[in-house]
């Protein structure tokens, strides 16, 4: 599928929601929206703003991105958009213009006097068509090798901030973009679930954690690796935290929803002598245009499809797994796209399936 057929298939799709809502024009301005509809466009700058340098304005006639003079030349240079048959209106970025919004405007973000649908787009956003499958795949590899390729560089005695500039190095030499690193070492694995790298220096233990961004899409992938031998505890725990994972891969099925996952999640973590270790994290949800475009929460009746990319990331004090996957057709086991090779794994088995989940890689 070429990008503009993509991009016709996807409009159909905008044009259907904005018939069901009565509104005759919609604005999309978060990133993740306009690189969803432009089969992959970048258009974040600066990686920390959900609003990009373009939006898009879709009519019943077509879709236009609305940038300034500053932006067009690369939008038209590099991204091809008009190839993809996308028209663009560039206005000086001193004199901001007017977005026609018609008779009536649904947005991708609360504005007063217009139609949220940031919900309804959700839902189509993460309905992957097989030609983004591929990209989230592709995606996958490059996470992946990033990860790994800075493990085997991380060593005692660097700072939490030398291991994440390893991993953004590895990230972008690949070409993807790292929006998400999260490092840390030693005892501040066991106490902190969102680690934010510091100038700690690893003594023996670290964890890296890595959310990549290519094309629009974000894969997520968490290793470890302890110097010396690893201690008993800390063998058990990542076991089971493994045994968790597996778990919730193998219940990620066309029709399952994310609460029945929770509910199955939560038994989980008891099965293994760990009840109520999620209370201190939450255990991730469907992904795709975002790290996660939602979590998994009890009771959310949300369903999961074939094509659908999710990111769980069970964790037990000190130990966590996390990998990307895409959900396989009914009678199918999903498919983890970020493997990491020659890696230490634990086979487990569930419901007939055997999946290898990575543990601690020992380097003695």
Not at 30 to 43: E, I, P, Q, S, Y
Not at 93 to 102: A, K, M, Q, S, V
Not at 247 to 266: D, H, N, W
Not at 300 to 327: F, H, M, Q, R, Y
Request: charged letters at 25%.
């Amino acid at each position: 599928m070429d990008y503009a057929t993509e991009i016709r298939t996807k409009l159909e799709r905008v044009r259907a929601l904005m018939d069901g809502h009565g509104v005759g024009t919609l604005w999309l301005r978060r990133t993740d929206n306009v690189a969803w509809l432009t089969g992959g466009v970048d258009v974040a700058v600066n990686t920390a703003d959900s609003f990009g340098v373009a939006s898009l304005v879709v009519t019943k006639a077509d879709c236009t991105i609305w940038t300034t003079t500053i932006e067009a030349p690369r939008l038209r240079s590099e991204d091809h958009v008009e190839e993809r048959g996308l028209a663009v209106k560039a206005l000086p970025w001193d004199e901001p213009g007017e977005i026609p919004i018609g008779s009536s405007l649904g947005v991708d973000a609360p504005l007063e006097g217009a139609k949220d649908v940031s919900t309804e787009l959700r839902a189509l956003r993460m309905r992957l068509l097989p030609v983004e499958m591929a990209r989230f795949r592709r995606l996958g590899k490059i996470c992946a090798d990033a990860i790994q390729a800075s493990i085997l560089r991380t060593r005692p005695g660097m700072t939490e901030w030398e291991i994440a500039a390893v991993v953004g190095q590895e990230t972008r030499d690949r070409g993807a973009t790292p929006i998400v690193v999260l490092i840390a070492t030693d005892d501040r694995i066991h106490h902190f679930r969102h680690p934010l790298p510091t100038n700690k220096v690893m003594e023996n233990y670290a964890m890296l954690v890595l959310c990549g961004r290519k094309e629009g899409l974000v894969c997520s992938v968490t290793r470890l690796v302890h110097y010396g031998p690893l201690p008993a505890d800390l063998r058990h725990r990542m076991e089971a935290c493994a045994h968790v994972d597996a778990t919730m891969i193998a219940a990620s099925r066309p029709g399952v929803t994310l609460g029945e996952i929770f509910s199955i999640t939560q038994a989980a973590y008891a099965r293994v002598g760990f009840d109520g270790e999620w209370k201190l994290h939450h255990q991730g949800g469907p992904a795709g245009y975002s790290s996660r475009e939602f979590l998994a929460v009890p009771g959310e009746k949300t369903a999961l499809d074939a094509g659908v990319a999710c990111a769980w990331n069970p964790s037990i004090t000190g130990t966590k797994c996390e990998d990307s996957i895409l959900v396989a057709e009914a009678g199918h086991a999903a498919e983890i796209v970020t493997v990491t090779d020659n890696w230490p794994t634990l086979p487990v088995k569930v419901d007939g399936q055997i999946f290898a989940r990575p543990l601690i890689l020992e380097m003695l």
